[in-house]
């Protein structure tokens, strides 16, 4: 394999690490921050979710999982995103990333028999949307920091 091939590959695997890193911190500490909320032990307790530290554990892989995709999204299809803000693209695939886990995580409990369904799928997008939206923003950002400077 020609050496720039491999320093380019690299250097591809270096940001995407980065940025993945980055969102995850913040998906992270965005879900500490919001758990604490009395709302999210009341939705916690809805759905006999485990106890606050172990969604402060589970959040930080999970957080770094869903950074990965959007950063590797934002890195592939950079130019096929309409917009020239890397920021924005960067929000608009963590918000197409929101839609996704939300049919995947919120649609099948909306179906164990709570009596409030509406209600407690409401206040679970109110807490996933400022997750994904800070994850968004930050990898836009560091994507923003690492490409301009190069």
Not at 88 to 95: A, G, P, R, T
Request: glycine letters at 6%; aromatic letters at 12%; hydrophobic letters at 50%.
């Amino acid at each position: 394999m020609n050496t720039n091939k491999k320093t380019a590959r690299m250097a591809g695997f270096l940001n995407l690490s980065k940025l993945t890193i980055g969102g995850g911190v913040v998906f992270w500490v965005t879900t500490i921050a919001i758990s604490l909320l009395p709302i999210a032990a009341e939705y916690r307790s809805a759905f006999s979710k485990a106890n606050i530290q172990t969604v402060w554990v589970a959040s930080l892989p999970a957080g770094l999982i869903i950074g990965c995709c959007v950063s590797y999204s934002l890195l592939r299809f950079f130019d096929k995103i309409p917009t020239k803000n890397p920021i924005l693209k960067s929000v608009i695939i963590s918000l197409i990333t929101l839609v996704i886990a939300t049919i995947l995580n919120l649609v099948p409990h909306s179906f164990l028999g709570q009596s409030d369904v509406l209600h407690y799928f409401l206040i679970g997008i109110m807490l996933d949307a400022p997750r994904f939206l800070f994850l968004g923003i930050v990898i836009g950002y560091l994507y923003k920091r690492l490409y301009e400077s190069a």
